[in-house]
């Protein structure tokens, strides 16, 4: 097992780094030379013993049951989308181990091409790895980065345009990689996920010290703010909607509460962008 994967080990080893014994109802005594809770205090928190823990954290033990995986969950105080996620991570080893690394391509049907050019709203398609497989022109007017080719997750991390869109850029920064990390939840002996989250992990310090808290959080609508270059402040409600048929990828539209500044100052920048387009064809 030496230098193999161990995900089920690294995940509950992240999380009871950040449980505090008192979180834990337990007694803080003595001095502590671990951060969040020890192994057997987990052991004991979660009615299994501190060797059998010992091997699930270490990667000697990778069968374990829903029902032990679920008695952790509920020691390293997880809440529902990291339960599951623990639980996947679990029960999904055997099943990665004999299928191998392999790299998917992620399409976008003609059909859905169609209708995310012909949305009024601003509207991407975007891929498992947060790679943006589709978008319409008033979507590229809200960022340049939201373009068929872009990494989403790159530019929140990379590109100081893309952050000085975000108000609170830390805060959303931290919700884009618990939702990158529940979005690709086992898969990741993908190529592709290994490429992004290892040039990240280099090229970001903030990125890396997120990724090793192992944080999940499910990708669902919000609202959003953003500070735009041309029109000012917008407040647009984000709407995820998974794609029949089409694992991992996901519609996301952004829409305005209807008669607010943010729609007025949305129609404007769509107004915009729909006389730079006319130039453009003219120019031609």
């Keep these: 097992m030496t230098g193999e994967p161990n995900p089920l080990g690294d995940y509950v080893r992240a999380r009871r780094e950040l449980v505090t014994p008192e979180q834990a109802g337990l007694p803080a005594v003595g001095t502590r030379r671990v951060p969040g809770l020890r192994r057997e205090e987990v052991a004991m928190l979660a009615g299994i013993s501190a ?13 374990p049951s829903v029902q032990v ?13 990291a339960t599951a996620h623990l639980v996947r991570l679990g029960t999904d080893t055997s099943r990665r181990r004999r299928a191998g690394p392999r790299r998917r ?16 709203l601003p509207a991407i398609v975007e891929g498992r790895y947060f790679d943006v497989l589709a978008a319409n022109a008033l979507a590229t007017a809200l960022s340049p980065r939201l373009a068929p080719g872009a ?13 000085a869109l975000h108000p609170d850029w830390a805060k959303a920064a931290g919700g884009m990689v618990a939702g990158f990390r529940q979005s690709v939840g086992t898969d990741t002996d993908d190529p592709r996920f290994i490429e992004l989250v290892g040039e ?21 609508g919000a609202a959003k703010y953003l500070d735009h270059p041309q029109v000012g402040r917008l407040r647009l409600n984000r709407e995820r909607l998974g794609i029949g048929g089409m694992a991992g990828r996901t519609l996301v539209v952004h829409h305005p509460d209807p008669g607010t500044d943010s729609a ?16 453009v064809q003219d120019s031609f």
């Design 200 to 220: 990240l992990s280099l090229a970001s310090p903030h990125f890396s010290r997120l990724w090793a808290r192992h944080d999940v959080e499910a990708c669902e």
């Design 151 to 163: 990494n989403r997750l790159r530019d929140m991390f990379l590109d100081p345009a893309e952050q």
């Design 264 to 279: 007025d100052r949305l129609a404007l920048l769509a107004s915009i962008t729909s006389t730079h387009q006319d130039h």
């Design 69 to 81: 995986l679920e008695s952790l969950a509920r020691a390293l105080r997880l809440d529902d989308d």
């Design 105 to 120: 391509t992620e399409t976008v049907p003609e059909g859905i091409a169609k209708l995310v050019a012909a949305l009024p």
């Design 51 to 63: 060797d059998y823990y010992l091997r699930l954290e270490q990667g000697r033990d990778r069968n």
